[in-house]
Structure formats: structure tokens, C-alpha cells
């Protein structure tokens, strides 16, 4: 009778254990995905890859972010059930499963976060680039977004203990690559950029100015780091700061 009792009661606290676990995760999972609605998480990721990806399983990036926290506290529940009960009598595995779990969490939050990162990151510099009449422009936009999501893989793959020394040395190469290439094709873009910032600093012409560029005359509209907008009775002019410093400005008095 004894002995029955001794094998009962680890099983029954085991199963106390798993019970608790179960009802503490779904809350748990609940109170995340109520803080993150509360909080804007919703708002932020809409429209992103990540997002679309959710949606298409009939999910979301909060309820993903939700499942996790509580899947993150069944999985503890159920490891701790096993210990309990003595199903499995090895500390070491014990040790290395509740040390690998909340890696894993982290990895899956840390590319979640990439994938929005990088989204954004994406949106911003192509708006901040709309104005730039540069063929070559439209492709810095995805070389940032691409950059981030390296960046995050790297991160992520950290966090679970796979050896990144290969990875690194590809992002490496990758960022040698891309200076490279993106100084040969891109050499209009970066001499427009420093005429730009000799002009903004200089500012030999304003808004409202009559100025004349070459054979294009008009009213300054707009000047930024690339470009010089002017505009006359019917045509707006984009004229790419390289040019005004090549040709020359002429100030247009009444």
C-alpha cells in the first residue's frame, strides 16, 4: 500500500502540474494577444509579408505571437509533468530541453520582428526616393529590405546555437559586394547627393526664385538632396543636382 502511494503521488502531482500549465498558458496567450492589439501591433503590421503570409492560413502576427507565449508555458508544463513523474530520469536532457525552448521563442520573435522591420524599412526609403529620377533608384529600396532580413536570419539562427562564422562571412562578402556595385551604378546618384548637399548648404537659389539651368528656366519649386524642381507657366522641371553645379545657375531678375 505504501509503495502504490509512492508511485501515485508523483503521478498525481505530475498531472496537477500539467493541468496548471494547460490553464496558465491559454491565459497567458490571451493576455499577449490582448496587450499587443492595445498597443498597435495590428495597426504596425498591416500590409506586411509576414502578415499577408498569416492571413492566408487563417492567422495573424498577433494571434502567432499569442500561440507562442502559450505554447512557450505548455511546453514547460509538459516537461515538468515528465520530471515529475520520473518518465524520463535524465537531468542533462531536462537541462538542454528548458534552455533550447526559450531560444527557439526568441528566434521565432526575432524573425517575426525582421519581417516588419524590413518591411518598413522598405516603405521609408522608397518614399524618402520617390523624388529621385533615377532609373537605378527602385532597386536600393529591396537591397534594404533584403539586408534586414539577412541580418534577422543571422540572429535568429544565433539564438538557437547554429554556428552563424559561414553566414557572417557571406554578409560579409555581401556588404563588399553591394559598396561596389552600388558605387559603379550608382555613380550620378552619389555625385547628384554631394551637389545636393553643397547646394542646401550654400544656397545659392531658393523657393521662389527665377532660375535658369541649362536651357530649362523656371520658379524653384522644391530642393532636396537629388533633385532641383523649377516649374514655368506650363511645365514642371526635375533637374538632378549634378546638372545644376555642371551647367551652371542663372538668377533671373525682373
Given at each position: ?64 505571437v499569442a500561440r507562442l ?114 558605387t559603379v551604378a550608382f555613380k ?67
Open positions: 500500500m505504501e509503495w502504490q502511494t509512492l508511485i501515485e503521488e508523483p503521478a498525481v502531482i505530475a498531472a496537477a502540474v500539467l493541468a496548471l500549465g494547460l490553464v496558465v498558458g491559454y491565459l497567458v496567450g490571451r493576455l499577449n494577444k490582448e496587450l499587443l492589439t492595445a498597443a498597435g501591433v495590428p495597426d504596425a503590421v498591416e500590409g506586411t509579408p509576414f502578415e499577408r503570409t498569416a492571413q492566408s492560413i487563417g492567422t495573424s502576427t498577433v494571434e502567432i507565449s502559450s505554447w512557450f508555458i505548455y511546453g514547460i508544463a509538459v516537461l515538468t509533468a515528465i520530471h515529475i513523474a520520473q518518465l524520463l530520469d535524465t537531468d542533462a536532457f531536462w537541462l538542454r530541453v528548458t534552455e533550447f525552448i526559450p531560444q527557439v521563442f526568441i528566434a521565432v520573435l526575432v524573425l517575426i520582428l525582421g519581417f516588419i522591420i524590413a518591411d518598413k524599412a522598405e516603405l521609408i526609403v522608397s518614399e524618402y526616393l520617390r523624388g529621385v529620377k533615377l532609373p537605378e533608384v527602385s532597386v536600393i529600396p529591396k537591397v534594404v529590405k533584403y539586408t534586414v532580413l539577412f541580418v534577422t536570419l543571422v540572429i535568429a539562427l544565433g539564438q538557437i546555437g547554429v554556428h552563424v562564422i559561414a553566414l557572417l562571412i557571406l554578409l560579409t562578402v555581401y556588404a563588399v559586394g553591394a559598396v561596389i556595385v552600388f550620378d546618384f552619389l555625385i547628384s547627393s554631394a551637389a545636393g548637399i553643397y547646394l542646401l548648404l550654400n544656397q545659392p537659389y531658393g523657393i521662389g526664385d527665377e532660375i535658369r539651368i541649362g536651357d530649362q528656366s523656371g520658379i524653384v519649386q522644391e530642393v532636396d538632396l537629388f533633385v532641383t524642381k523649377i516649374e514655368d507657366d506650363s511645365e514642371e522641371y526635375v533637374v538632378l543636382n549634378r546638372r545644376v553645379l555642371e551647367e551652371g545657375i542663372v538668377r533671373l531678375r525682373e
